[in-house]
């Protein structure tokens, strides 16, 4: 063979060499399709932080599937179901097969209804939705879809574990429910009157009302109507600016209840319930918290304080978006692939432990993640505070994974 020769062939095998590593670390893309802009966007910007800070250090510890990387490709929804689905097609249309969402139900029904529509239209180009915290109950029962996945427990077993815990406080006699007016609100209010009526016949029900999702910048005149309403406690399911905001106009008024949520610990959140100084007084059902015994996730916690945390120390939220990148990252490296429809088959019956230890597990049936949960109060004389008010939440009861399992409605259909 003449040195020609030799060089040729070798410039052919470096090529394929090349060709071949190119191939093995090609970035597998994640869109995170969330409110960056108007009412939303606070809470939506802090998720895309921790998103980024998951991706990061599964990165730093060599990806996955032989070495490939993630990464996080962010677009606004503006909080609209219509704006999701232009930035879902933006995304697509970018080459990006995996997409996640977790703020507002009605965006993420109308993700997961053109995720099935459009994987349908397109097999060999399908596309998988991960939903981290969008929990109207219809998205995994009526509403249900093999590409959706969901990562925080629905609404009705969030009520369910807020009344089993108010059954058994005396001292609430009259509840106000106030909530969002789109489907997770409405949810939420239909819930709450159906088990309290179950569980506490007694309660009186002396307010219910939604209000606009993400418009409302002054809560006073519904805090004037709770008032004047001689309500002991409020439930509501409100999120972003219309917690946090509610919870100020009621400091500002100076309204004695108690309050039972599910997101007071959402950006502003704490600091506004420091502001009430109803100290352990407000209620929120979750999957964690900051005081939740764990070295590893408190590791994790404060690594994420001192880098995002900012001027007004907020801090990690969402152990469920651990939960779903690290079984993301199970599923891949399970399929060896990062074909939508093999992970998709890796994630449907996954039974995993999570960073607390904890069995968690995936039902086939519906693509709903069942885990344990927390009622936490929030106040004074705890390790971790939030947003530096020096409160922070406490753990009433623990309800564990296997206990808020409830049926489904849901008639998966599994593509062939």
Known sequence: MNLFKKLSGWSIAAVLICFALGAQAQTIKIAYIDPLSGGGASVGEHGLKHLQFLIEAINAKGGVINGQKLEAVAYDN????????????????????????????????????????????????????????????????????????????????????????????????????????????????????????????????????????????????YIAKIKASGADSVITGNWGNDISLLIKAAADAGLKVNWYTYYAGGSGGPTAIKQTGLDHRVFSVGEWHTNVPSPEMEALADSFLKKHGGASGQGWWYLRMKNQM??????????????????????????????????????????????????ASFGSGTKHDEEKTGWGWKTISVIKAQDTVIPTTCKMVVPS
């Open 78 to 221: 503006k909080g609209s179901p219509q704006e999701s689905l232009v930035q879902v097609q933006k995304a697509i249309d970018a080459g990006v097969r995996y997409l996640t969402q977790g703020n507002g139900s009605g965006a993420a029904i109308a993700i997961s209804e053109f995720v099935s529509k459009y994987n349908e239209r397109n097999p060999g180009k399908e596309v998988l939705y991960l939903n981290y915290s969008a929990v109207d109950p219809a998205l995994t029962n009526e509403k249900c879809s093999y590409w959706h996945f969901r990562w925080d427990a629905n609404s009705d077993i969030k009520m369910a574990a807020l009344t089993n815990f108010i059954k058994d406080r005396k001292e609430v006699k009259k509840v106000y429910i106030i909530g969002q007016d789109y489907s997770f609100g409405q949810a939420v209010r239909v819930a709450a009157r159906a088990m309290l009526k179950q569980k506490r016949p007694d309660i009186q029900i002396v307010g219910d009302e939604l209000h606009p999702l993400l418009k409302i910048t002054d809560f006073s005149p």
């Open 326 to 375: 690290d079984m993301f990252v199970e599923a891949l490296n399970k399929a060896k692939s990062s074909d939508p429809k093999k992970v998709a088959a890796a994630l449907s019956d996954m039974k995993f432990k999570n960073v607390l230890g904890a069995e968690i597990f995936m039902r086939p049936s519906d693509h709903s993640l069942f885990q344990d949960m927390y009622i």
